[in-house]
T-cell receptor, first 114, second 113 residues
Framework: GAGVSQSPSNKVTEKGKDVELRCDPI?????LYWYRQSLGQGLEFLIY????????KSGLPSDRFSAERTGGSVSTLTIQRTQQEDSAVYLC????????????FGQGTRLTVV | GNSVTQMEGPVTLSEEAFLTINCTYT??????LFWYVQYPGEGLQLLLKATKADDKGSNKGFEATYRKETTSFHLEKGSVQVSDSAVYFCALSGAAAGNKLTFGGGTRVLVKP
């Protein structure tokens, strides 16, 4: 079956513009994660959705970042008034139940703010 | 909160050498532990996992044992190949933190022929 799909794969935007990044998780997976990976760096947790529970937003770096997950499926990460330091690869992952179940990652969206 | 610490890279080895990547964690309760791998140009994928103390995860010749007494989950491979060149991430997930998946900083491994 299809894996985790992210779009766009690459996005170049001007500083100050808003961007939306999309994630289509594997069908039936209740857990969905967003991470950020800067060049040569590790994975920075952003937000975690689990079923109908309130999302864990503890990793969002500022109020310019927000995310939603509609109908327990597709998720959109929105960055408002982008800054150069937002340039990174944004990774989405889904897992059947979270916890000890395997997380499947998408290929990521490479965001470049110029 | 939960955290994962792993040795910094890069680690450079010759083919057939022994590889160890240290990973220690801090967590409340009994988390599940994972190693994920990111090969050049590819997405992250699960390498192995262990869900309770003393469990050993293994895959592709790699092994890691869940050591609760030392809060560690070190990754080992007895004889590496050039194709093992990648970035390796240790991670944990625990019910006490809402089952969020927390990663270490990653260790880049380069295997030379």
């Amino acid at each position: 079956g299809a894996g985790v799909s992210q779009s766009p794969s690459n996005k170049v935007t001007e500083k100050g513009k808003d961007v939306e990044l999309r994630c289509d998780p594997i069908s039936g997976h209740t857990a969905l994660y967003w991470y950020r990976q800067s060049l040569g760096q590790g994975l920075e947790f952003l937000i975690y959705f689990q079923g109908n529970s309130a999302p864990d937003k503890s990793g969002l770096p500022s109020d310019r970042f927000s995310a939603e997950r509609t109908g327990g499926s597709v998720s959109t990460l929105t960055i408002q008034r982008t800054q150069q330091e937002d340039s990174a690869v944004y990774l989405c992952a889904s897992s059947p139940l979270g916890g000890s179940t395997e997380a499947f990652f998408g290929q990521g969206t490479r965001l470049t703010v110029v | 909160g939960n955290s994962v610490t792993q040795m910094e890279g890069p680690v450079t080895l010759s083919e057939e050498a022994f590889l160890t990547i240290n990973c220690t964690y801090t967590a409340t309760g009994y988390p599940s532990l994972f190693w994920y791998v990111q090969y050049p140009g590819e997405g992250l994928q699960l390498l192995l996992k262990a869900t309770k103390a003393d469990d050993k995860g293994s895959n592709k010749g790699f092994e890691a044992t869940y050591r609760k007494e030392t809060t560690s989950f070190h990754l080992e491979k007895g004889s590496v190949q050039v194709s093992d060149s990648a970035v390796y991430f240790c991670a944990l997930s625990g019910a006490a933190a809402g089952n969020k998946l927390t990663f270490g900083g990653g260790t880049r491994v380069l295997v030379k022929p």
